[in-house]
């Protein structure tokens, strides 16, 4: 696609080459802009969808806007902070919709670069509001938080990882990122132990194997 206004280099630019572009004003961001941005990670996620194979789900426009914009703003807002405060929560607004298997992983195509974002807010200014914002965000769409420190100990894992498809993509980005403290929770390290089998060494040797008087989990 052509890329046409600054929410839209942003997110084109960042997803093809990594970069983010910080314009010096902020920009609304338009109704044309959004259904563009819309029928683009709906392209996106049909592609990423091939990797996982399930016809059961779907791109949910309205989540993978919303991402953008908390992505597109979160990333203007590390340098243009004159007069902004007051506006964060117009800027980074909650998603209206409760989150199902499709939102999480149609946001993810943008949230999953807040964990390199957020470092920067800090280092910027440490007391940073936006900072919790952000990792509010992401303590919601943990699945996009995946090596970042968050706190998830409210989360009901068997919960939610009940979906197969989901789990699977949960666990293997749990590999990627080597995050051991996602790895290290009973049920999940579980649920890896099995996958990997005879072949945990080569997956990840370093990798603890949990011991639990839960009969439900792994013993060694």
Known sequence: METRSPFLDTLFLLRKSGTVTVFSNLHEISKKEEQEAGDYFETEFEKERLEFLSGDI???????????????????L???????????????????????????????LS??????????????????????????????FHYSGIGYQLDLEKVNWEKDL????????????????????????????????????????AFWKELKIIITNDSK????
């Open 58 to 76: 779907h791109c949910n426009k309205e989540a993978a806007v919303w991402a953008a914009k908390v992505l597109y703003f979160s990333t203007q």
């Open 162 to 201: 009940k979906d197969r498809t989901y789990r699977k993509l949960y666990l293997e980005r749990i590999v990627e990122k080597k995050a051991y403290e996602l790895a290290e929770i009973p049920y999940i390290n579980q649920l890896l132990i099995a996958e990997f089998g005879l072949h945990k060494n």
């Open 78 to 108: 590390y340098l243009i902070r004159k007069n902004t405060a007051k506006d964060l929560d117009k800027l980074i607004p909650k998603l209206k919709t409760t989150p199902d298997i499709s939102s999480i992983l149609s946001a993810d």
């Open 111 to 140: 949230l999953r670069f807040l964990p390199q974002i957020i470092p920067l807010l800090q280092t910027a200014d440490p007391e940073d509001p936006l900072v919790k914002i952000l990792e509010e965000i992401l303590s919601q």
């Open 217 to 220: 989990y792994y013993k060694t």
